[in-house]
């Protein structure tokens, strides 16, 4: 999987074709999603063919979601990491859906109602990423100065480059709401509250970690 073609190439994308996605694909994609799942311990299901979760006005007339007929059902044991995992994972799924030549987009507003149905006890739906073949492949979003996310006057490559990446990550509404700050070669990440900012934050994390090079630093708390 080539993560910085799929980092670079990834925008959020709400209109899609009517391809199926079927074949090696489908195989592929789950497959990772057994794998994520196996990992994270999250109960993440790709529900395909259901027009529900992405229908009405809000999502159609308003965010512009097209044939959104596929996602994925991102969800989890209780606890409280769970928004933080959710982002993570997803955000994993994603660049791997990227790098298949699928396009997606995270939708807290997707409705939740079909995919809460038989989840394992214990776990709830936290968020949907709709997934199928873009009719565009969407457009890179506007982005504040790296000024605003670290100080980087000075600092070692890899943080600049783990905040660079972290710069490309989607967040919700674009509002890109954190903020790193270093020690040494340990990085601390101020992300935002509420359930957008804690999924927020565990996908700006992964971006971090890609970027900068897991083997170059450690997390503070
Ligand atoms: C946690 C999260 C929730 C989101 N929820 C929605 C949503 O409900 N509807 C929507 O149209 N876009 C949603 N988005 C997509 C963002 O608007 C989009 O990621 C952001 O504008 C940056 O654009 P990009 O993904 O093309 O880089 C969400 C993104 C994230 C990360």
């Not at 999250?42 to 009405?56: N, Y």
């Not at 994993?92 to 030549?101: D, E, N, T």
Request: glycine share 14%.
């Amino acid at each position: 999987m080539d993560m910085d073609r799929a980092i670079a190439e990834r925008h959020s994308v709400r209109k899609y074709t009517s391809r199926r996605i079927e074949g090696d694909v489908l195989r592929d994609l789950g497959r990772e999603i057994d794998r994520v799942n196996g990992e994270s311990g999250l109960s993440v299901r790709l529900i395909l063919d259901e027009p529900r979760a992405f229908g009405g006005f809000a999502l159609k007339g308003v965010m512009g979601f097209e044939n959104a007929v596929n996602y994925l059902a991102i969800s989890g044991p209780e606890s409280d990491h769970l928004e933080l995992d959710a982002g993570y994972y997803g955000e994993h799924l994603v660049l791997f859906a990227q790098s298949i030549g699928l396009n997606t987009c995270w939708a807290l507003m997707a409705k939740k109602g079909i995919a809460s149905e038989n989840l394992p006890d214990g776990h709830r739906m936290v968020i949907s990423i709709s997934v199928g073949y873009g009719a565009n492949q969407g457009v890179p979003h506007k982005s504040k100065p790296i000024g605003q996310f670290a100080d980087v006057e000075g600092a070692p490559e890899w943080f600049v480059d783990g905040v660079r990446c972290a710069m490309l990550a989607p967040t919700g509404v674009n509002r890109q709401g954190f903020r790193f700050e270093r020690d040494g070669a340990r990085v601390r990440l101020i992300g935002g509250s509420g359930t957008l900012g804690r999924i927020d934050t565990g996908i700006v994390k992964y971006h971090f970690e890609h970027g900068a090079g897991r083997e170059n630093f450690t997390w503070m708390d």
